[in-house]
């Protein structure tokens, strides 16, 4: 089978017996033809060709159409490390006025990871994008190893194909830490799996530790997937006594989890004067908004993760694990499902809002779609099949290798706003909620919906508190306005108003 290197060594009658190819052209030779075979079983091949494509406008500003303001707060934070220093449990962000910027947030290991390295290369949008590229590959791979040892070799190469073609496709090279952290947590359960087998033992409980600690503090839900670490010690055949320790390891590095998220945050909020992280918000609320929007919640699922081919996949994968008693699959999802069920309701409005949320569970759809495809009995069929659910992933998709039109133009803001004055002074944009502007002008300041800016009173009193400039967008803001304010410097994408007192 194409997903097992160890079946088939030798091309087969159907009586089982090997072929005997005689003649004198060599490239009909039985070894050559299973060299080629092999080479196409293994998964880093795959894994590599997602990674070039993805490589396609790899330096590319974060001014893609999808969740580009989400790249640009991790990017403000390791750009702050990069110019001020790392203070790894002081984050800062651009847009909290003339306060310190100091916030609550994810713990900040992607950024300090860009900045660590920005003091050797220089700080550059693409090193960002290529570490989380790099490190979502790895996750993959780490997801393929896993599969292989519970599931089926068959099953983890298309399952894996079928991963690198899903939303992981795209957010594995965006600055943010969702791939990031899922791979880091992937890393650490198949050390774990390797501990377990006695494989290394200690430097793979050290790894598995390690691993898992800082997945789950570089993004909280995706601590979603340690709901199958139970089943792999209860299920294992190691000693009771490696066993036992590597449990009550984990759960000692989660430790530093439950404090960052339930102490440094709120502690980081109050010594910042500024909320920025969301924290969740009551189960039953989050119960009642999902419901009042079930289909836009459902499209998270049938459309967003694996696109409705892979989601059709993933649904007879679960209907054939349940048919043949798949327990390690079956119970896998259950347990990931129940964790990922905690993580919808206590996000509420959020998920249905944003596609990203629904990454943590993209691995196990991702595993049931690779158990429909290896049922499929004939290797044609398969290939056309993943085919389908690749094409159809890719496609939509692709729109994440250009530059958003009307976000495009606001870079030119920096140079017009160095032009004006010092990085020091404070700017308002009219860009609602969304932080990206205030990024790309390298300035710190706020966010504003048009309709305050119109306000007199609501310009005057950020002037009071220091505010040197307003930026109106003319393109892919909140709207073209007209401020009653002497105009410093006007473009075809933005202009820039005074507000000195």
Same mark, same amino acid.
Do not use: C, I, M, N
């Given at each position: 089978m194409l997903g097992d290197a160890?079946?088939?060594?030798a091309p087969r009658y159907a009586n089982g017996k090997p072929a005997v190819w005689k003649g004198a052209a060599s490239a009909l030779r039985p070894e050559r033809y299973v060299h080629r075979m092999a080479a196409l079983r293994d998964i880093r091949l795959w894994l590599l060709l997602f990674f070039a494509i993805r490589l396609i406008g790899i330096a590319n500003p974060p001014l893609e159409t999808a969740h580009h303001w989400r790249q640009t707060t991790v990017l403000m934070v390791a750009r702050n490390y990069h110019e001020r220093g790392i203070d790894i449990l002081h984050p800062r962000v651009d847009m909290a006025g003339e306060k310190s910027g100091i916030t609550g947030m994810e713990f900040p290991l992607l950024s300090a990871v860009i900045a660590a390295q920005s003091k050797l290369f220089g700080f550059a949008h693409w090193h960002a994008r290529l570490i989380v590229l790099i490190v979502g590959t790895m996750g993959a791979w780490a997801f393929h190893q896993l599969l292989k040892r519970h599931v089926s070799s068959d099953a983890a190469f298309w399952a894996t194909i079928a991963l690198s073609a899903s939303l992981w496709f795209m957010y594995g090279r965006k600055v943010m830490p969702d791939v990031f952290?899922? @791979?880091?947590? /992937? /890393?650490?359960l198949l050390a774990a799996s390797r501990c377990l087998d006695g494989h290394r033992a200690w430097l793979n409980g050290a790894l598995a530790v390690g691993l898992i600690m800082l997945g789950a503090l570089s993004k909280l839900p995706s601590g979603c997937l340690l709901a199958v670490l139970p089943l792999m010690l209860l299920s294992h055949a190691a000693g009771g006594a490696r066993r036992w320790w590597l449990a009550l390891a984990v759960v000692i590095g989660l430790v530093p989890v439950a404090w960052w998220y339930f102490i440094q945050v709120p502690y980081l909020n109050a010594l910042g004067d500024y909320v920025h992280f969301f924290m969740g918000m009551p189960m039953s609320n989050g119960a009642r908004m999902l419901l009042d929007h079930l289909g836009r919640t459902l499209d998270n699922f049938y459309f967003d993760a694996l696109r409705f081919s892979g989601a059709a996949a993933a649904i007879v994968g679960l209907i054939i694990a349940v048919r043949r008693r798949m327990r390690a699959v079956l119970w896998s999802a259950l347990a990931c499902s129940l964790a990922f069920a905690v993580v919808m309701l206590k996000a509420g409005d959020a998920f249905?809002?944003?596609? =990203? =949320?629904?990454?943590?569970?993209v691995p196990v759809m991702a595993m049931l779609a690779g158990v429909a495809i290896a049922a499929i009995p004939k290797q044609g069929l398969r290939i056309v099949a993943m085919a389908i659910i690749v094409g159809e992933g890719l496609a939509n998709q692709w729109q994440d290798f250009r /530059?958003?039109? @009307?976000?495009?133009?606001?870079?030119g803001l920096e140079a017009a706003m160095d032009r004006l004055g010092s990085r020091d002074e404070l700017i308002v944009v009219n860009s609602a909620a969304i932080p990206t502007p205030l990024y790309i002008a390298h300035r710190n300041g706020w966010t504003a919906t048009s309709k305050d800016m119109m306000r007199p009173s609501f310009l005057d009193s950020l002037a009071a508190l220091g505010c040197k400039h307003a930026i109106v967008l003319r393109v892919g803001g909140d709207g073209e306005i007209p401020l009653a304010r002497p105009i410093e410097s006007e473009h075809e994408a933005f202009r820039i108003y005074g507000l000195k007192r």
């Open positions: 160890s079946q088939d060594r952290s899922l @791979s880091l947590v /992937l /890393l650490g249905w809002k944003h596609a =990203y =949320y629904v990454l943590p569970f /530059l958003s039109p @009307s976000l495009a133009p606001e870079l």
